[in-house]
């Protein structure tokens, strides 16, 4: 399984921002230049996101974006499923793939559903902690 730049830059950005969920609305630019993405890239991103109520967004001088919903209540495959159309059920004809397929469907959906935001910005930190050497 291979995802998309759309789906690596979307997870992370909400990862940038679950990192600054405290600090209220986060500027595209502030995600891009941290998480070495394109601002406009971004922008192309984020309406998939708003659409669904994952994230807010203001205008203005302190506008911005930020989490709809705490990091521990958005899941991996909130962030994943909405731009990857591989897991979009197909038009197989042939009963026996097609139960095989909404099978592994159904436990991808599973698995990816039980990693919390929180868990990977977990693992950002442990990754982190680890390579850092004085």
């Not at 070495?36 to 922008?43: R, T, V």
């Not at 996101?49 to 958005?74: E, H, V």
């Not at 097609?98 to 990816?112: I, R």
Request: net charge neutral; glycine share 6%.
């Amino acid at each position: 399984m291979k995802l998309s730049s759309k789906t690596i830059a979307a997870i992370k950005l909400f990862v940038d921002l679950g990192e600054h969920y405290d600090e209220g609305f986060i500027s595209l630019l502030d995600v891009a230049e941290r998480k070495d993405l394109s601002k406009k890239f971004l922008e192309q991103i984020v309406p998939m996101y708003k659409s669904r109520g994952l994230l807010l967004c203001t205008r203005g001088n302190q506008g911005g974006y930020r989490l709809a919903k705490p990091p521990k209540d958005i899941s991996l495959k909130d962030i994943i499923y909405p731009s990857e159309s591989f897991f979009q059920p197909g038009d197989v004809k042939y009963p026996p793939i097609e139960e095989a397929l909404k099978e592994f469907e159904k436990k991808t959906a599973d698995y990816f559903a039980a990693i919390s935001l929180s868990d990977l910005i977990e693992k950002q930190r442990e990754q982190y902690a680890v390579s850092y050497v004085i």
